[in-house]
């Protein structure tokens, strides 16, 4: 290879074209020690058959690839290339044209990352083509436009696959970066070339060129985009789902399957039909029926492309969906875009399209971007889905940081799309497409006006709006309010309807929880009843709910119960959950049920002891609040408790919890001593990071921040369903404990002085009871571990605390399982395998 050798290639059919070229190289300024040669290949079967036989006769390390009507007309072109490759070793090819992204449909002057200059005659007038500046020496590219391509390396050209005249250039561009070579666009002060070619000839194989790229390399270029289908039970709809998936433009997809059919006919379709011709597909047959929300989450779990778009299995899809979809988020270098909608058509029973559903041709009249918050704001205030169901969008997997179908730690029964689109509006844009790209088909099997389908969809409705401000939607109060009458309007229409049909059994605890949230849309907006008006000046408080996980007592009830109810706060719900084995509690309620229209009761079906523990997380899952702070029934609140918490709250946007001095007190009331576990932690009102105090609790295996009644918390950051928990690990025996560890992870703790709650203490509590004792000293040990295992605590901490918990503690339980023989064996079992466990960390090596 010659180094210091540059070779002209072209390929001629037109003598007089290419002597002009050659003029114009003869002309050029050549470095000093260089030599240049000329390779003009007639006769050539296709570009990259000339290219390849010019490139293998030249022992020249510099090739100038050019067409013979490119004319170069900067004199010092040579200095100005050898220049640029200089600056790199790892540039491999130079173009005067093309793009940092190549459009999802391969043509690479549509994208709008352009960049570079060339003059041009297209329509019988040579003028300036010029595309967005190169500002730097050079600007890495992906395409380069093969009017001219200077390499300093020597790679095959693919004649294999393109043995016509186009697309030689985007796949040799695309052959560049395969080798991780740069592909790059020179600073250009004044165009290098002139490039006489008239209009493009589209009418010679450019289709089938265009086609033949995008199955060569689109798994290679493009993100791959998982379409998703789950199907129940209607195979004939399904497979003509499944083919509008195959049949889409874009090439790099995988469609799975997740079927929840109660028979065999979707499965045997797929087999005989399907797996065998497609590797791109990946079939699931469901165990057991997971139901749609499950099965939707399933799939969304196996997904592998960065991009997502559900296909419902009675829907259809155009065959450029994704195709155009994609050019948006190919071209989305921030990734500012969320998601890419479109209109969506109805389709019928038998498969007639009918109009754009929805009206949005209406209120859409051309392709739009617009920004996420407000968009959300928009259908916040009106009601009303303008993106679409699932089949309609597709979105970038890694901006949904919920599960699907879950918004605000909440799981939605109908609105499960709005869950998803919610929570993507609140990291970016959206695009819609003014176009129908998807089909969406309306029949009798559908539960769209189902009355369960009423009553989810207000209940979904109503926590959009209630917790917009969370995501960061209805910020400003005019939109809030505008939110909140929208809400109160339909939920009320909803629960109007019920009332006039009659409600059945099976709707009266969603109905009741409808009501309630009515409820707090009046409180919300100060509504006037006797005009029927509301006020502009809404109530800004956060709603707070007083948990009170009740059992077979009502002696200590009724001062724990109206303690809540006589909070000073104002913004506050009780949720009574009675886990009783009579009617006791049940029957103490019921009166305060009729006067307060803030209080909720209902009653578990109790199959087993598990001493609160199931009571305690259905009280979660059914609070509304964006705080929570339980009262256990034989506790007491101090009457100013949740408003000086939550004024701590207001102040310091970054803590989590906040606590007080819990005052012990005895059967009759009487207090007991500060000591031990209450005994006061700081003199003032003080601010702890949320390390720190987690740390303090393990290391001195005491629990200062007290019982469930002292701690009021932001609820989000407990995962639904997971009271508790901490490190992904379940702890049965110091529930609290976990529930505050996991907390402090988020934020800090805000530790208040005076006493806010009073904690009693009676013979009659289940801490006494030898399971729950046992269950609560054996919890410890694991939140040892799991501290080490979170970096709470380092090894050498971690040996040093397992050795006075085993100490210490385990040796008071063996004492506790002598003085009681009843203990059954599975305890005494879990007892001898912990302490063997505990022993063996502690004396192992480092």
């Known amino acids: 290879m010659n180094n210091n050798k540059i070779c002209f290639i072209t390929c001629v059919n037109d003598d007089t074209l290419y002597d002009e070229n050659l003029k114009y190289i003869g002309s050029l300024n050549i470095p000093e020690g260089y030599e240049i040669e000329f390779r003009g290949v007639k006769g050539a079967m296709s570009m990259t058959s000339g290219y390849n036989e010019a490139m293998h006769s030249s022992d020249a390390k510099y090739k100038v690839y050019l067409h013979q009507d490119t004319f170069v007309v900067n004199k010092n072109f040579l200095f100005d290339m050898l220049k640029v490759f200089s600056s790199s070793e790892k540039i491999g090819i130079i173009g005067v044209t093309g793009t940092k992204v190549i459009p999802s449909n391969g043509v690479w002057w549509e994208s709008a990352h352009t960049y570079g200059k060339v003059y041009e005659n297209h329509e019988e007038i040579m003028e300036l083509l010029a595309f967005n500046e190169v500002k730097n020496i050079y600007e890495e590219v992906k395409a380069i436009d093969g009017l001219i391509m200077i390499t ?53 194989g450019y289709e089938k060129y265009r086609n033949a790229f995008l199955d060569e390399y689109s798994r290679l270029i493009f993100p791959l985009v998982s379409i998703l289908i789950p199907t129940y039970n209607r195979p004939d709809y399904f497979k003509l789902a499944l083919e509008s998936a195959l049949n889409q433009t874009y090439r790099n997809i995988e469609i799975i399957i997740g079927d929840d059919s109660s028979n065999n006919e979707t499965e045997k379709l797929v087999d005989e039909n399907y797996i065998d011709k497609y590797d791109n597909i990946k079939y699931y047959r469901n165990e057991e029926n997971l139901g749609q929300f499950e099965n939707d989450i399933k799939l969304f779990n196996m997904a592998g492309g960065e991009f997502i778009n559900y296909l419902m299995d009675d829907d259809l899809f155009e065959n450029q969906k994704i195709e155009k979809m994609m050019r948006w988020f190919l071209e989305d270098y921030k990734e500012d875009i969320s998601l890419v909608t479109s209109h969506r058509a109805i389709l019928d029973n038998s498969g007639n399209i009918g109009s754009v559903f929805g009206k949005t041709d209406i209120i859409f009249k051309e392709n739009t971007v617009l920004n996420g918050t407000e968009f959300g704001n928009l259908m916040l205030k009106t009601n009303y889905n303008f993106i679409g169901e699932p089949t309609t969008v597709l979105f970038r997997k890694n901006k949904l940081e919920e599960p699907f179908g879950v918004y605000n730690d909440r799981k939605y029964g109908c609105n499960v799309d709005q869950a998803v689109w919610f929570n993507l509006l609140s990291k970016g844009n959206v695009i819609f497409i003014n176009e129908v790209l998807s089909y969406f088909r309306i029949h009798d099997n559908q539960q769209l006006a189902s009355d369960k389908m009423k009553i989810l969809g207000a209940l979904d409705y109503a926590h959009q709006v209630l917790t917009a401000r969370e995501k960061g939607f209805l910020i400003e109060d005019e939109d809030f309010n505008i939110g909140l009458s929208s809400s109160l309007k339909y939920c009320e229409g909803v629960v109007n309807y019920f009332d006039n049909i009659g409600i059945k059994e099976e709707f009266i605890e969603k109905i009741d929880e409808l009501r309630k949230n009515c409820n707090v849309f009046k409180k919300l907006l100060k509504k006037e009843f006797s005009d029927n008006s509301y006020v502009e000046d809404i109530n800004r408080l956060p709603l707070v709910s007083i948990l009170i996980p009740a059992y077979n007592q009502t002696k200590y009830l009724k001062e724990a119960l109206e303690s809540a109810i006589n909070q000073t706060y104002s913004n506050i719900e009780i949720i009574i959950g009675d886990d009783s084995t009579n009617d006791e509690v049940e029957r103490f309620v019921k009166p305060y049920l009729q006067k307060y229209n803030n209080i909720t009761y209902f009653k578990n079906d109790l199959h087993e002891m598990d001493y609160g523990y199931k009571n305690h997380v259905k009280c979660l899952l059914k609070s509304n609040g964006e705080y929570v702070n339980y009262l256990n029934h034989d506790d007491v609140f101090d009457p100013r408790k949740i408003e000086i918490m939550m004024k701590c709250f207001m102040e310091n946007p970054n803590i989590t919890m906040v606590t007080s001095v819990r005052q012990p007190i005895d059967i009759n009331g009487g207090k007991i001593e500060l000591k031990g576990a209450f005994s006061r932690l700081f003199n003032n009102n003080t601010i702890i990071s949320g390390r720190e105090i987690s740390r303090y609790v393990v290391t001195n295996l005491i629990n200062c921040i007290g019982e469930p009644t002292t701690v009021l918390f932001k609820k989000k950051y407990l995962r639904k369903g997971f009271y508790g928990y901490f490190n992904e690990v379940k702890f049965w025996g110091i529930a609290d404990v976990a529930n505050w560890f996991t907390l402090l992870e988020y934020g800090d703790l805000v530790y208040i002085s005076d006493v806010l709650s009073y904690f009693r203490i009676h013979p009659d509590q289940s801490t006494y009871m030898p399971k729950v004792y046992i269950e609560g000293v054996l919890s410890w040990g694991d939140l040892i571990e799991n501290s080490f295992k979170r970096g709470i605590i380092n090894k050498y901490e971690y040996r040093k605390i397992l050795n006075r918990y085993f100490n210490i503690l385990v040796n008071q339980l063996n004492d506790y399982v002598i003085e009681n023989e009843d203990i059954d064996f599975e305890l005494k079992e879990k007892i001898i395998s912990r302490n063997s466990k505990f022993i063996r960390d502690i004396i192992m090596d480092n």
Request: one cysteine or more; glycine letters at 6%.
């Open 152 to 204: 300093q390396y020597d790679l095959p050209w693919r004649e294999d696959i393109f043995d016509g005249w186009h697309f030689y250039d985007v796949s040799q561009s695309v052959e560049f970066t395969l080798k991780e070579y740069k592909v790059v666009i020179p600073k250009q002060e004044r165009p290098w070339c002139m490039h006489d070619c008239g209009g493009v000839n589209t009418a010679n």
